[in-house]
Structure formats: structure tokens, C-alpha cells
């Protein structure tokens, strides 16, 4: 309801109180006033029931989201929704409303992360971190210090190590075996397609100089046809079966991590790229669920995706599950990513294709796609983009138009003519920013300027009238939408060499970044009469932020910080 129709009904109430009040004082005729009684009761149980809010957000600088209405003042909350927002909210306070002052701070509709491992994610927090690791001696003495914690047959795992970070020099197992040799470790690269296994680990998966490389994946070995230890794309899926499975309490307990980082960065909803084991979890857990989750499982469990919606239908507004994730490639910096060209510092390879088998695949989508099930298909490479663009044209062409909405996750590397195929056909470019403040480093090493150019072309995108939303592939990078709105503003690097961008031309606004996290992904889950703006009858999902980012320094968002966050009206969290 309008904020004018609030305003009608409540003052409307006060005159017919008054009406009755005046009639009484002059006639005193009850009969007739049990007339007037009687029509107010009507009026009061046949139109919408009380309309006082039961929160009210004033005092703020709140950008709605909403064009049509993009600045207010305060929020109205009753139950999970917005009542109303606007400027003068005294026709929706009652003695009973709960009142915040926002004190002119920052309001956003709450962050939407298009792409994540949220439950890996929580496992991350409680694990080894080498993200930040910058030498040989540093990650070997990270993980001997780390081990000395750890029982005899336990596992080791997480890192998100960056060889990149050192020079390029991949790590192999003989740099920890020798303070390792009685703990399996295995240690990912923080793109997820690569990790370093200890010669434990390669033991316990029987994997030897004999073992050939599997379909869709790469054994490193020396010169010798020794194995390295490290093992590429779905080669690590030969040491996955010897990792003992998580429990139950464990996955309870890496989710609660999880959501409690989430809370603390604004981020209220996530799309996540999950296995069947995350979507059971987050099932189990939905009453504790302190944000929105739209899970996408992993392509592999097809079969179980469409008999689960056809039992159980697409969820609800806090837990839905009508996606499915697939993959085509791996990454750049792992040289996976499919490419048409070979790689520049290793022409023997243009990566791979990690649907080892493309006909069975393309059955996998089209019968994904007859189930009315929502496909987002991981495609870095530009053979890669090309290979799922074309298909997504021909299933089209096959099954006829609908709104389908299919992704891509990452989009990362696009030639010129692919790049406009995503606004003609209806496909989302689901991106995650902050990967440039790492890739960027070092991409030139892998691939020429052409390609470059290519990559990550956030304004070219949006110019060209596709729907472009953000996200971070939590744990590739940081969760934090902060860090990925600075990165898509400024595309500056770690390295600090593009003081004004890299690739400067494909900058974006502010508040085209705040749409990239808000509607637009809204949007690209199916949600955006529900979520990504603040307006009337929408749900109460917002985030309080310390600084204006539309008018301060760029450089100044990864000092702002947030200050409250809600998600169906209630608080998750408040600094």
C-alpha cells in the first residue's frame, strides 16, 4: 500500500472516532449511534488491518534502488516486508513501533552475492588460510606451524594459496613432506581448480607415476614421471573419496560461521554453488537461516535436482533450490580456462574442458532445462563462453522461448562478437569483481592484450543492455561486497600498477555497482518483485553502511564499514 493510502486509512480512523465522539455530545441518541458503531466495525474488519508499522527506520540517507523513487528518508517495517518508505512517517507510528534513529547514515537494499561455496566458505574460517602467504620459506613455515595441532592420519585441508604471489613457482609436495609425513594434506589454490597434495595423500589415493591423467584433469609430474603433488581440475577428484565426510554437526557448525561473517559484511542473500550434502544442510538448518539462500547443486546430481522439485517444488522465499551448476573449463590461473589460442607462457596447452564428455552434457541441460530448472554454467575461457553461449541458443531453438534466464558464471574472458550475445539472448553475465584485484597481476603472463581486453568488461555489458550481477566465488575471493564494489569502481590491482584502472574504459558507477549486488541479482534468481529494492511490499532486507559510497573517494569504500544489517525485518547484525 502507498504511503498515501496509509496515511487515508489511519486518518480516516481517527475521523470516524472523532464523527462518533461529536454525534454523542450533541444527541445522545444511542440507538443511532449503535448505527455509526456498527458501520465502524464493518469499516475496521472489512479493510486492511492495522497498518502502524512495527518498526520504523528514520533519519536516514537511503538509496531505494527503486528510479522511480530513489531517495527517502525512513523504512516502515511490518512483519518481514516494507510497509513503506519515504519521508514523513507519522501516519505509520503507534505506540507500539519500534523506533531506530539511522542517524543520516547510508541505506542499501541488503547485498545479493551471485556466486558462492558458503558451507567451504565457513570450513575456511576454522581452517589454514594462505591467501595472504607471499615467499617459498613463508608457506612452508604457514603449514609447519599449522600441523604441529594436528593428530597423526588427520587431514589438512583449505589454503587458497596464490603461487603467483612468489613469482609463479608452483609448490610441490616435497616442500612439506618432511614435517608432513604422518598427515595427509591437501591444500587448494584459491581459484579451486588446482591444489598441492603431500605425498601422504597421494599414498592414501594410490596415486603413483603410473596413474594416468582422468578426463578433465592434469597430474603434474617431474621429469622423472614422478607425481609433484600437484594435482589440476578433476584430478583432485581422485584424492576427494579418501577425505573423510564431514558430520553433520561439523556442517551445522561451518554454516553458523558462515552466516555470521555474512551478517557482518551486509550480505543477505546468497546464490550458492553447492553439492547436494550444502542443500541438506541449509534444509536442516532453515529455521536458524539468518539470510536468503538460492542453491544451485552441482551438475552431477541432475537426476536428484528434478525429482526434488517435482516432490518439493522451487522452496520459498528464504530457501529455494530451482538451479543447477555446471562446468565448462577451469581457470586462467591454473591454465584450465578453455581458450582458442594457446597460452602464452605454455603454448602446449589452450586448458580444458572439464565436461569430459559433451554429449552426455548436453542431454544433462536439455533435460534440466524441459524441468523448468534454471541453468548457470561456470565458463571462464573464450571457447569456453562461446561453446555455452551456442548452446544455450540452440536449446532455445529446441524448446521453444520462455523466460529461462540461463547464466553464465564468470564470463570472464569474452571475444568482441560473444559479448553481445549475452543482451540478444536474454543470458546473465554473472561476474564476481574482485577477481581482477588478483587476476590482473599476472594475466598478462598467460594471454595477449587481445584477450585482455575482453576480460571482465563490466560497462560493455551494461552499455550494451545486458544484465550483468555481482559476487565473489566465496573462497576464491572475499566475500565482502565492499571489496567488490571498490574493484568494479576503481579496477585497481594488488600489485598497485593501474593507479587508474585496469582496462580503465570498463569502470563502472557506484550505483551501477550497488545495482550489479542488488536488483540485478534479484533478478537473476527469479526474485526481483521481492527483493533488490526498497519499496512497498517488498521484503525488509537492508544494510546501514558507515559512509555515502556515492559521494566519497573511491579508495574510501574499503574504509567504509556496516552498521547494521536486516534480513526479513529483524536484525542479523548491528555494530
Known amino acids: 500500500m502507498a504511503e498515501s493510502e496509509l496515511f487515508f486509512h489511519n486518518g480516516y480512523y481517527y475521523l470516524l472516532k472523532y464523527i462518533v465522539h461529536q454525534y454523542l455530545m450533541k444527541t445522545g441518541d444511542?440507538?443511532?449511534?449503535?448505527?455509526?458503531?456498527?458501520?465502524?466495525?464493518?469499516?475496521?474488519?472489512?479493510?486492511?488491518?492495522?497498518?502502524?508499522?512495527?518498526?520504523?527506520y528514520y533519519n536516514g540517507n537511503i538509496w531505494t534502488g527503486n528510479p522511480n523513487r530513489p531517495s527517502a528518508e525512513f523504512i516502515a517495517v511490518k512483519g518481514n516486508e516494507i510497509l513503506a518508505v519515504g519521508i514523513h512517517y507519522t501516519s505509520l507510528q503507534s505506540p507500539k513501533t519500534e523506533m531506530f534513529d539511522l542517524e543520516g547514515e547510508f541505506v542499501v537494499p541488503g547485498f545479493m552475492d551471485n556466486h558462492t561455496h558458503f558451507i567451504s566458505g565457513g570450513f575456511q574460517i576454522?581452517?589454514?588460510?594462505?591467501?595472504?602467504?607471499?615467499?617459498?620459506?613463508?608457506?612452508?613455515?604457514?603449514?609447519?606451524?599449522?600441523?604441529?595441532?594436528?593428530?597423526?592420519?588427520?587431514?589438512?585441508?583449505?589454503?587458497?594459496?596464490?603461487?603467483?604471489?612468489?613469482?609463479?613457482v608452483l609448490p610441490t609436495k616435497?616442500?612439506?613432506?618432511?614435517?608432513?609425513?604422518?598427515i595427509p594434506v591437501f591444500l587448494g589454490r584459491l581459484d579451486g581448480h588446482m591444489a598441492l597434495a603431500n605425498s601422504k595423500a597421494l599414498e592414501l589415493a594410490g596415486i603413483t607415476s603410473k596413474t594416468p591423467n582422468p578426463p578433465g584433469g592434469l597430474i603434474a609430474k617431474n621429469k622423472n614421471g614422478t607425481p609433484t603433488g600437484i594435482l589440476r581440475d578433476e584430478a583432485m577428484e581422485l584424492i576427494s573419496p579418501f577425505i573423510p565426510e564431514n558430520s553433520p554437526e561439523e556442517l551445522d557448525t561451518a554454516l553458523q560461521k558462515a552466516m555470521s561473517y555474512a551478517a557482518s559484511i551486509g550480505v543477505t542473500q546468497i546464490h550458492d554453488m553447492c553439492s547436494w550434502e550444502d542443500l541438506q544442510t541449509y534444509a536442516r538448518n532453515k529455521e536458524k537461516l539468518t539470510l536468503r539462500i538460492y542453491a544451485l547443486p552441482w551438475y552431477t546430481n541432475w537426476k536428484k535436482i528434478i525429482k526434488y522439485n517435482d516432490d518439493n517444488g522451487f522452496g520459498d522465499d528464504k530457501l529455494r533450490w530451482n538451479g543447477m551448476k555446471a562446468m565448462m573449463d577451469g581457470s586462467l590461473g591454473s591454465r584450465t580456462a578453455w581458450m582458442h589460442d594457446p597460452y602464452k607462457d605454455d603454448p602446449k596447452t589452450k586448458g580444458l574442458v572439464v565436461a569430459t564428455d559433451t554429449i552426455e552434457f548436453r542431454k544433462i541441460l536439455r533435460e534440466v532445462d524441459k524441468a523448468n530448472i534454471q541453468i548457470a554454467v561456470h565458463a571462464i575461457g573464450t571457447r569456453a563462453n562461446e561453446w555455452i553461449l551456442d548452446e544455450f541458443d540452440a536449446i532455445k531453438k529446441?524448446?521453444?522461448?520462455?523466460?529461462?534466464r540461463p547464466r553464465v558464471e564468470h564470463a570472464q574472458h569474452l571475444t568482441p562478437q560473444d559479448m553481445k550475445r549475452f543482451s540478444a539472448n536474454g543470458v546473465i553475465a554473472s561476474m564476481q569483481p574482485t577477481s581482477i584485484y588478483d587476476d590482473a597481476a599476472w594475466a598478462y603472463k598467460r594471454v595477449d592484450d587481445s584477450i585482455l581486453e575482453g576480460t571482465y568488461i563490466f560497462k560493455s555489458l551494461l552499455d550494451d543492455g545486458a544484465t550483468l550481477t555481482f559476487g565473489s566465488d566465496w573462497t576464491v575471493t572475499t566475500l565482502d561486497p565492499l571489496m567488490g564494489i571498490f574493484t568494479a569502481v576503481t579496477r585497481k590491482t594488488r600489485d598497485g600498477k593501474n593507479p587508474d584502472g585496469w582496462y580503465p574504459k570498463e569502470k563502472i558507477s557506484v550505483e551501477d555497482a550497488l545495482r550489479c549486488y542488488t536488483i540485478n541479482s534479484a533478478y537473476a534468481g527469479f526474485q526481483e518483485d521481492k527483493l533488490g529494492t526498497l519499496e512497498t511490499g517488498k521484503l525488509a532486507d537492508f544494510v546501514v553502511l558507515s559512509k555515502d559510497l556515492r559521494v566519497i573517494n573511491p579508495d574510501d569504500i574499503l574504509n567504509t564499514h556496516v552498521i547494521r544489517t536486516v534480513v526479513d525485518g529483524k536484525d542479523v547484525y548491528v555494530k
Open 30 to 56: 444511542l440507538m443511532n449511534i449503535r448505527i455509526i458503531i456498527l458501520l465502524a466495525i464493518f469499516y475496521l474488519t472489512s479493510c486492511e488491518p492495522n497498518q502502524f508499522a512495527d518498526k520504523i
Open 398 to 404: 529446441e524448446h521453444g522461448e520462455r523466460d529461462r
Open 174 to 182: 616435497e616442500w612439506i613432506d618432511s614435517f608432513t609425513a604422518d
Open 126 to 168: 576454522m581452517s589454514i588460510n594462505l591467501r595472504d602467504v607471499s615467499s617459498k620459506n613463508d608457506f612452508i613455515n604457514r603449514i609447519k606451524e599449522y600441523v604441529q595441532h594436528i593428530s597423526p592420519g588427520q587431514w589438512v585441508q583449505g589454503g587458497d594459496w596464490d603461487h603467483e604471489m612468489w613469482g609463479g
